[in-house]
């Protein structure tokens, strides 16, 4: 179904992208902007867990739900990750792993599908972790001062930026790994 509750709170996150993005161009202070556009990330990227336990809750869960949910998360992390580049919070070469990493496995995925062997490209642990570590390091990145005056956000930030690049790299390598027997077997 196209407008359920559950694909209404998923088109939110794409919805927030130029919201976000909107917010460094208003004329008030940085902290200002930093603690808004956290907010609204924070907010958003909510939405990510809240869509599909209503989509279960209300038996609202569809096919195209199930295709715009993963599509929205990577479009919000994305638009957020080259964001925090321009303000120089992020290393231009995480953001290309990372990014680079949701174009190849999207890429893999579908064609996966396509054969008929997604399984075997499955959600695993290593990518849910990547996913925390990233949506950590996201607001962290965007707030980019002390939390209750002890916390250094951009500090932190950094450092789950990073290992959320690493966890990217391994999870594309597992991903790849698991797929390999029928990319192997294709190709000839």
Not at 165 to 181: D, E, H, R
């Amino acid at each position: 179904m196209f407008l359920t509750i559950p694909t209404i709170m998923t088109w939110t996150r794409i919805v927030a992208i130029p919201l976000i993005v909107g917010v460094f161009y208003l004329p008030i202070s940085e902290p200002s902007r930093n603690l808004v556009a956290t907010v609204m990330f924070m907010l958003f990227a909510a939405t990510d867990w809240l869509d599909g336990y209503l989509a279960r809750k209300l038996n609202q869960a569809s096919s195209f739900g199930a295709f715009l949910d993963p599509v929205a998360d990577k479009f919000l992390v994305c638009a957020c990750v080259l964001v925090l580049v321009y303000l120089q919070r992020v290393d231009v070469f995480v953001a290309l792993i990372i990014i680079g990493r949701e174009i190849a496995i999207s890429a893999l995925r579908e064609w996966m599908a396509q054969i008929g062997a997604s399984k075997s490209v499955a959600v695993h642990m290593i990518g849910k972790l990547k996913t925390v570590a990233q949506m950590v390091a996201i607001p962290f990145l965007l707030f980019d001062g002390r939390l209750f005056g002890r916390i250094d956000t951009h500090l932190w930030g950094t450092w789950l930026i990073w290992i959320a690049a690493i966890l990217t790299v391994w999870s594309m390598v597992y991903y790849l790994q698991k797929a390999l027997p029928e990319i192997r077997a294709r190709v000839k």
